[in-house]
């Protein structure tokens, strides 16, 4: 059954990210930010109805806070990262979550990745190097030195790593009370303290009126993702379903060629493969 869930995850990811980036170019990135974390809340809430109220256990809403903090940053950097980069050249790096994982371990608990995870880290690397091998005319560094000039790209590493701590916090909320009102009350905490935030976005690029409704349908996409996200890790442990999310990326890259007009598919799609099959490795 998680799988099934974490699969859906992976096609919730890749959709909320192909289309945060197409409601950019309308709308100020605050904007798109708070409505793809407020706008979820009406399918958590349904979610939450159906499943019934859960008993809130002692440390909930310490985590949940906590989440709710950094993701204030890492969805706003993730959003900006879309408008100004493609897909292609952004998503992918978001894999590098587990890897953020693996190395805040051997900080914090002085444990060393095995064979595999070694393995992981070496094909992500070649992974990240693979997405920008069009680059390779002007000598073989310049695609590192891609990753590093592009902006996106710079941003969606900082976005992983944010993310490599935000996602104990979120599976310490759910089990201390359930997938449908962790998910709720993340919408909520995240669409009250983000006000002030998005009074200065909306300042800078006034709303259009025709747009409100495809921010509900980003708030769908993203609502897919995140409650099939923490339904799989109630039910598993949680490297693993972000593990198969990130097998998102080659979708988003699938997207970013087919509604964004992105080029050099086949690298992108070459590189977000072995970046994911790397996480995959390191989830093992």
Excluded: C
């Amino acid at each position: 059954m998680w799988i099934a869930l974490a699969i859906v995850t992976a096609l919730g990811f890749a959709a909320t990210n192909s289309y945060a980036k197409t409601l950019s170019r309308s709308a100020h990135i605050f904007t798109v930010t708070w409505a793809m974390m407020l706008f979820s809340l009406p399918w958590a809430l349904l979610m939450l109805g159906l499943r019934g109220m859960p008993a809130i256990e002692d440390g909930f809403y310490l985590a949940a806070l906590g989440s709710v903090t950094l993701n204030m940053v890492a969805v706003t950097l993730q959003v900006k990262a879309l408008s100004i980069s493609p897909l292609s050249v952004t998503v992918p790096f978001l894999s590098l979550t587990p890897l953020f994982m693996l190395l805040t371990s051997v900080i914090v608990l002085g444990e060393t990745p095995d064979t595999k995870g070694l393995l992981g880290i070496i094909l992500i690397v070649i992974g990240g190097y693979t997405i920008h091998l069009e680059k390779m005319r002007g000598g073989f560094l310049a695609p590192l030195k891609a990753i590093g000039s592009e902006k996106g790209s710079v941003m969606m590493l900082l976005v992983a790593f944010l993310w490599s701590w935000t996602a104990a916090f979120d599976k310490v909320a759910v089990l201390r009370s359930s997938p449908a009102f962790y998910t709720a009350f993340f919408s909520v905490a995240f669409g009250v303290l983000y006000l002030p935030v998005l009074v200065v976005g909306l300042r800078k690029k006034s709303l259009p009126g025709p747009i409100v409704p495809r921010l509900f349908l980003l708030g769908a996409f993203s609502a897919a993702m995140i409650l099939s996200q923490m339904s799989a890790i109630e039910l598993t442990v949680a490297s693993y379903v972000i593990a198969i999310k990130r097998a998102g990326a080659v979708v988003a890259v699938l997207l970013g060629y087919l509604f964004h007009r992105e080029r050099h598919l086949a690298p992108r799609i070459a590189g977000a493969v072995l970046m994911t099959l790397g996480v995959v490795l390191i989830s093992l």
